[in-house]
């Protein structure tokens, strides 16, 4: 085998390499889509969770299911973000990465994704491949970026995985997986159990192979690379669980005692129906694949009147589709549970790509006034507890809640303490007992707009429920007083929630010269970024919304202590920058514009909407940009 | 463990309904309106099959046939537009001991909510379907239907509707998965219950096409088949209609068919004249979507638990993981 690209000299004439420590590191493995790039960094990320490591993963996904091979925008990938502390969000720019070729490598480096003189490993069998003008372009690349400062490896993989495997290109993930293992120290026999767990549903000739893989990468690079880390891991003395947003919902449906899930195939939202499918049934639950949106919305709605409360899970297009049936649960008070794993938008939009587009139609969605819940996860273990708030509140107020997840948070991996099931989590069996004489179904509260609800079963309790405004009998009425009666307490219900929440907390100090307002997956980001400002001296803070609707009490009294207030926002604003914006026609992002019609405060926002996760260096820069403007003008 | 929720509902005594207690709200549909007729039959089968009001649940969409709940005294559900198949679909998964039936009309079913009925046709869930078809949308005034015969003239068709009408019976004969397909009309009573008792009675999704006066905007539409009896073919068998000797004395086109064979029923579904009534399609056996995904099953907090456990050891670590141990410096 050719060895001549590799830089370094063999193992024998060299000393074991002492590791550094290091606080953190941010990796990439990229590549051509289905070269198993992201299941290298998800094993990776796996194993230095179960040494007790911080994690946070972020998958790199091309929006085509196979992009052309070998392009600049193909990069399929992940980021994992490895740390002493816990980790909270991808970062700012990479510290290593290894490319499976030159040209997704280029993707990275335009896009500003790594560090300067950051370490590369580049698989090397393009300097020898037989189309020229592709051992030009490597050529070209690899003296470009040696030139730009980058720490450039040429990688035999595809060779080295030919030893042991018929197929290298399938192979050479886990050939990395013992690298990446090697570099950061991290647990072999740890690692072998991992490979065991993915490979687990084929035969344990795949299990072999691909462990034989994994250890001829750590030999390689033990023999030829001549750097090593060490990240110290602490290990919580409480039993974590290490998996992604979307499995985190599926998992919080399991846990609510919800037992119908309907559905329609959407990114990024499918893959907590996959689960779900896989694992639902097997405790008496149900996943069913409606024909469209509005037919699982519509099923979900008829699942929920007649028995316990029931969920769908969408995206963007399907959120879209779903208002209608939305309105009816509104209008009719049947408890649902939509959740929206946003993704850019309008149309068809970004569909792999994060965003923060449809906070103000989860809030103001479908025709009239049509007060509904809305909820927004901020870390993966919310993902799961969301869910099972957003059920009990559904069925305890007759209410729909949106429950607004997003792609950034569909696929990271975080570990989070290990739930303990509680009984309280679930729904109460379905109420069967006689209705009293006389009694209602839509017997409004005056105060709360509660009303107990009658399911199908029920003696005495018989009514036509309608979509029609209707009054306390459920009947159709068209009398004004009687409409005004229905829209009242239907709005009085999300007053009654209100005051049920509490103030969201603030983040660093509880006074100072700036807010940052966060709502939903950007929170990791925020806090560190306040955590990394504060260190420099400056009096930044941060609050992060839960509940988009209602706001709960107290935020008018937190951004009173502040001098200045801004959101930060993974959606569209007017850019103040531009010929045409000025104050009478800016559009505000989401939360800065629910918060100035509220509180009448003049609340400035940041927003971005690039399809990425907002980095925690880009909003320490906002931040000092903004204190800096503030400075100057009073 | 899991077990179905039917097997938990104790009838401590059989009540008797007549059949007021069927009867809701005055109709509020025009003088001569064929809904009348469907209304009248489906009282008296809930009344003589003495299904508990408490038990059943009518789903609707929108439209004059959509009304149809209201007038009951049994559990409705008068939904959106189109939606009605859904809706009663995740009724009848949440709930497979209630008696479901779903009132649509021809624009409701064969228009905007089109693609439910084709699918609900393919999940095949035991719910019983009235099509109340008059060839018109009524209650936004006067608008072709999807079933409006070419040349019509409404209000978005003053020149005539310019389109063949779709036929509901061949459409719904295409599906894979269709269990059962009739068609009554509203002007023979006697045979519209019993098409609807049939239907009622078959366990799988019973799809009855009823022909149905709008005296408002269609008044003469179905004048021919009123004036003359042989331009309407009742379909007989021993395992279908069995007609009193009154029925058959005035309706002499008759044929005989067997309500098992497809080919024979897609063939009779496209007559246009006469018309044929009758049950054109019963398959006793097609499995119910409902009995497929086991319905109904009730979880204890301890199943709930123990499964959900099961899903999070796969991703747990365990503090005394002795790994930790092992763990590189």
Known sequence: ?634 | MTRSLSQCVIKLHEEHHDLEDYQGGVPRWCNGCGDNAILAAMQRLCSDENLAPENTVFVSGIGCSSRLPHYMKTYGFHGIHGRAFPVAEGIKMARPDLNVFVSTGDGDCCSIGAAHWIHALRYNMNLTVMLHDNHVYGLTKKQASPTSPRGFKSNTTPYGATLEPMNPLTVSLGVQGASFIAQAVDWIPEVLYDIMRAAFRHRGFSFVRVLQRCPEFMPKAFDPWLHDPQKTMLLTHRDGLQLSAGLSSTYRNQREHDPINIDRAREIASLEDPIPVGILYRNPDAPCYEDLRHAGQMRSPEYIRAGLNRELDKYTVWPDDEAATRRVA
Request: proline share 6%.
């Open chain 1, 1 to 634: 085998m050719n060895d001549t690209l590799t830089l370094t000299p063999p193992a024998a004439t060299r000393t074991p390499r002492p590791a550094q420590p290091i606080a953190e590191h941010i990796v990439e493995v990229i590549s051509d889509s289905g070269e198993g790039a992201q299941r290298c960094g998800q094993s990776l990320a796996a194993i230095a969770a179960r040494m007790g490591n911080g994690i946070w993963t972020t998958e790199i996904i091309p929006a085509e299911i196979q992009p052309p091979a070998r392009s600049v925008a193909g990069a399929s990938g992940i980021r994992i973000r490895i740390g002493s502390e816990r980790v909270t969000n991808g970062g700012d720019q990479t510290d290593l990465v290894v490319a499976f070729n030159e040209q997704v490598l280029i993707g990275r480096v335009q896009a500003d994704e790594l560090k300067p003189g950051a370490t590369i490993l580049l698989e090397s069998m393009w300097s020898e491949h037989r189309d020229a003008a592709i051992v030009a372009s490597y050529a070209k690349t690899v003296a470009a970026l040696k030139r730009d400062g980058f720490k450039v490896y040429e990688v035999p993989l595809e060779a080295r995985c030919k030893e042991l495997v018929s197929d290298p290109r399938k192979g050479k993930n886990m050939f990395v997986l013992g690298i990446l293992c090697n570099l950061y120290g991290l647990d072999a026999a740890l690692a072998r159990e991992q490979i065991a767990r993915i490979f687990g549903k084929k035969d344990a000739k795949v299990i072999t192979s691909n462990v034989a893989l994994y250890e001829a990468g750590a030999a390689w690079a033990e023999a030829n690379l001549d750097f090593k880390y060490r990240i110290p891991a602490q290990r919580s003395n409480q039993a974590q669980v290490v998996i992604n947003g979307n499995t985190a919902v599926a998992l919080g449906v399991m846990a609510s005692g919800m037992d119908i899930c309907a559905m329609y195939p959407i990114t990024p939202a499918t893959s907590v129906s996959h689960y779900l499918s896989e694992v639902f049934e097997k405790v008496g639950g149900l996943v069913h694949q409606a024909e469209d949106e509005i037919a699982a919305c519509a099923f979900a709605i008829g699942a929920s009147y007649a028995g316990k409360c029931a969920v769908t899970v969408t995206s963007g297009p399907g959120y879209s589709l779903k208002q209608e049936a939305i309105g009816l649960a509104v209008m009719a008070e049947i408890p649902l549970v939509v959740v929206n794993v946003q993704r850019g938008g309008p149309s068809t939009g970004q569909p792999t790509k994060v965003e923060q587009g449809d906070a103000l139609a989860a809030i103001f969605g479908s025709h009239g006034d049509a007060p509904k819940v809305v909820m927004a996860p901020c870390s993966i273990e919310d993902c799961f507890y969301s869910v099972i708030t957003a059920r009990k509140i559904a069925e305890t107020f007759g209410m729909v809640v949106v429950v607004l997840s997003d792609a950034s948070l569909s696929t990271a991996q975080q570990p989070f303490p290990r739930p303990e099931f509680s009984e309280d989590w679930l729904a109460p069996p379905v109420d069967q007992t006689p209705v009293p004489a006389g009694g209602k179904p839509y017997d409004w509260d005056p105060v709360t707009g509660l009303s107990r609800r009658f399911q199908p079963g029920q003696p005495g309790g018989m009514h036509t429920l309608t979509g029609l405004a209707h009054d306390r009998a459920s009947k159709v009425a068209y009398d004004p007083t009687i409409n005004e009666e229905g829209l009242r307490a239907r709005s009085l219900k999300l007053a009654a929630l209100q005051k049920t929440l509490k103030a969201p907390p603030v983040f660093g100090g509880n006074d100072g010269d700036l807010l940052l307002v966060g709502w939903g997956s950007t929170m990791g980001a925020i806090e560190e970024a306040v955590t990394r400002l504060r260190a420099e001296g400056l009096a930044v803070s941060s609050m992060h919304l839960r509940f988009l609707q209602p706001m709960p009490s107290g935020i008018r009294e937190i951004l009173k202590r502040f001098k200045y207030v801004m959101t930060i926002e993974g959606n569209w604003s007017d850019k103040p920058e531009d010929e045409l914006i000025d104050e009478d026609n800016r559009r505000y992002s989401a939360l800065a514009m629910m918060l100035r019609s509220r509180f009448l405060v003049d609340i400035d926002c940041w927003s971005e909407a690039r399809g990425q996760p907002i980095k925690p260096g880009d909003i320490c820069r906002v931040a000092r940009d903004a204190l800096q403007l503030k400075g100057k003008t009073s």
